[in-house]
């Protein structure tokens, strides 16, 4: 059983990417745009308006797989500046302060950044495109394979 499941890891991973990268995007759209019952940032205004633009560019990047780690990184961080400057302050413990969603988002974004995509992914596509001329001799750090979309 533990053979299938880590044979499955690579698969599931870009599924975790795509629902994460979705669901911040979603967010993003929500207080940008007022969809999906959010309430419309003000454009411009700091710091609502520019983390919800993080939100939706971020997410949408995750959820494709391009420039995953990348976007992670800077998803991740946004999400951790949310935590500490607008819900901790209130109190220390996310499920006093309502910061639950930021202290979520910000560990999820944190793995990718070091997880990687996953299998299915179009830094995957893009990447094996530009690996495709380098010599079969070279050492692969990552051992997943690719999968085409």
Known sequence: MPARLNHAQPYVLSLFRFVIGLL????GAASLFGMF???QA???AWPGWYAALIQLVCGSLV???L???????LASGSMAYAYFKVHQPESLLPIENGGEPSALFCW????????GPGAVAL???FGARNTATASEDTPRHDRTRAVSI
Request: glycine share 16%; proline share 0%.
């Open 24 to 27: 911040f995007a979603i967010h």
């Open 37 to 39: 019952g959010g309430n």
């Open 42 to 44: 003000e454009t411009g």
């Open 63 to 65: 959820a494709l797989g």
């Open 67 to 73: 420039g995953t780690r990348a976007a992670a990184f």
């Open 108 to 115: 999820a974004f944190l793995l990718l950044v070091f997880t």
């Open 123 to 125: 830094d995957r596509l």
